[in-house]
C-alpha cells in the first residue's frame, strides 16, 4: 500500500518537474540569446555554432534553473493534492504528513547528488567548450600577455616578473630573491625566462648571493632552475572560472594559490558553493512542501507567484552570502550555506506547525 502510494506521490512530482524544468531552461536560453545576440553576430558565429552553445550550456542551465523547478514541482503537486482533498484522505487513513513527504525528500536527495556530479564531472568541461566557442576559438592579446606578476614559491623565495606571454610561455625581465626569515639571501635577476622540458631556464642574468656585509656576483648566459615550483599554469592563474572546474580541480587550484601567495578566500567560498548550492534541492522541497500543503486550494497561480517569490528570496540569500564571503565580511563556509541554512530552518518550522 505504502509502496503504491510512494509511487503515485513521485510520479506526480516528477510529471511536474518535467514540464517546470523544460519551461525555465526554454526561458533561460531565450533570455540569454537575446542579450547575446549582438556578440554572436559580432563574432560572426554560424547557427550550428550557436546550436553548440547552447547544447553545451545545457548542463550549467540545468544546475542552475533545478531548485526552482523542484520549489514548482512541489507546491504544484503537494498542492494538487491537497486541492483535491488526496492529502487530508491520507491523513485521515492514518497516514503521518511526514511519512507521505518521504517520497518527496527522498527524491530530493537524489537529485542533489544528480545536481553534484553534473556540475562535477560534465558541467565544467561543457563551460570550457562553450566558452571557445564564445570567444571565436581564440584568446585575445589582452587574455594571454600579463604584466608586473608578483608571486611566492616555496622556500621563501619571492618571484617578480615584469612581462609574460602565456602563449610562448615567455617571461621578460625577471628577478627572483630568495629569503631566509627576514634576511635576503640571494637574488636572481635575468632578462628572460623560458619553459623548457618541465623547468624554467634563464638567460642573460646576474646571481647575487649575501652573507652577512659581503656579496658574491655572478654573471650567466643560460642557467636552469631546479628551485623553482610554479608552472606556466600558475602565471596564469585566475582566468580560470569556477564554473569552469569541478570541486576537486576547484580545491586542488585553490591549493596551489596557497602555495605562490594569491588570496584564495574567493575561490574558497565558490568551493562551499559547490556543495551548498546542489543541496538547495532538498531545501526547497522541504520549505515548499509546508507551504503547499497550506495553500493548496487557492490555486496553481498562487503557487506559481509564491515559487517565483521565494527563488528570487533564495537565491538573493545566496548572492549576497557569497559577497560578503568574497570581501571578508563572513567566513567562507559561513557565506556559502547562508541561504541552505536561513531557508531549511524556516521550512523545517513551517513543517513543523502544519496539521499531521
Not at 486541492?83 to 537524489?110: C, D, Q, T, W
Request: net charge positive; aromatic share 14%.
Amino acid at each position: 500500500m505504502m509502496r503504491l502510494l510512494e509511487r503515485y506521490i513521485t510520479r506526480q512530482f516528477c510529471e511536474w518537474l518535467i514540464v517546470s524544468l523544460a519551461a525555465f531552461v526554454a526561458i533561460f536560453i531565450v533570455v540569454d540569446l537575446v542579450e547575446n545576440l549582438d556578440s554572436f553576430i559580432d563574432r560572426k558565429l554560424s547557427l550550428l555554432d550557436v546550436i553548440r552553445y547552447y547544447i553545451l550550456y545545457l548542463p550549467y542551465i540545468l544546475v542552475l534553473m533545478l531548485p526552482v523547478a523542484m520549489l514548482l514541482s512541489t507546491l504544484f503537486s503537494v498542492g494538487g493534492l491537497a486541492r483535491n482533498n488526496e492529502l487530508a484522505a491520507m491523513k485521515a487513513s492514518g497516514v503521518s504528513l511526514y511519512r507521505i513527504f518521504y517520497p518527496l525528500f527522498h527524491f530530493a536527495f537524489v537529485m542533489c547528488i544528480f545536481s553534484f556530479l553534473l556540475g562535477e564531472m560534465l558541467a565544467p568541461i561543457t563551460n570550457r567548450v562553450r566558452t571557445q566557442i564564445r570567444t571565436g576559438g581564440s584568446q585575445s592579446r589582452a587574455m594571454t600577455d600579463r604584466t608586473n606578476l608578483f608571486l611566492q614559491d616555496v622556500g621563501g623565495q619571492i618571484i617578480f616578473i615584469r612581462y609574460y606571454n602565456a602563449e610562448q610561455k615567455r617571461a621578460s625581465r625577471v628577478s627572483i630573491q630568495k629569503y631566509n626569515g627576514a634576511s635576503l639571501v640571494k637574488r636572481i635577476d635575468a632578462s628572460r625566462m623560458y619553459w623548457k622540458d618541465g623547468g624554467w631556464e634563464l638567460q642573460h642574468g646576474k646571481v647575487r648571493e649575501f652573507e652577512g656585509e659581503q656579496q658574491v656576483e655572478t654573471s650567466f648566459d643560460l642557467i636552469r632552475l631546479t628551485g623553482l615550483t610554479f608552472t606556466p599554469a600558475d602565471l596564469t592563474r585566475g582566468k580560470r572560472k569556477p564554473e569552469e572546474m569541478g570541486y576537486f580541480q576547484l580545491r586542488q587550484y585553490i591549493q596551489r594559490a596557497r602555495q605562490i601567495g594569491i588570496d584564495p578566500r574567493k575561490w574558497i567560498v565558490d568551493l562551499h558553493l559547490k556543495i551548498s548550492f546542489p543541496f538547495a534541492n532538498f531545501v526547497v522541497v522541504l520549505f515548499g512542501t509546508s507551504l503547499a500543503s497550506t495553500i493548496g486550494r487557492r490555486g496553481r497561480v498562487m503557487g506559481f507567484g509564491l515559487s517565483l517569490l521565494v527563488c528570487f528570496l533564495y537565491y538573493g540569500f545566496i548572492k549576497v552570502g557569497q559577497v560578503l564571503g568574497w570581501n571578508g565580511m563572513l567566513p567562507p563556509l559561513i557565506a556559502a550555506w547562508i541561504g541552505n541554512g536561513t531557508f531549511g530552518t524556516i521550512g523545517g518550522l513551517f513543517l513543523m506547525k502544519v496539521q499531521k
